[in-house]
């Protein structure tokens, strides 16, 4: 048994609405996904999405989900 923290797998649903910050308004999961994918994927500095710490957790659950 390995003692600590344990691992949960949160699922996030797509269609649930969140509070963007950066752009001040609520977006769907999906949106702030694709936005912050591209932003990063293409390296769009100039970009609200770019290096968004709340995009980027929003990805690590769905890539552990």
Partial sequence: MIRGKMAYKTQVRLDAVVQCKPQRLELPVEKCLDAYVEA?????????????????RIRNMIARS
């Fill in 40 to 56: 990063n994927a293409f390296g769009n500095k100039d970009s609200c999405c770019f290096r968004c710490p709340h995009g980027q």
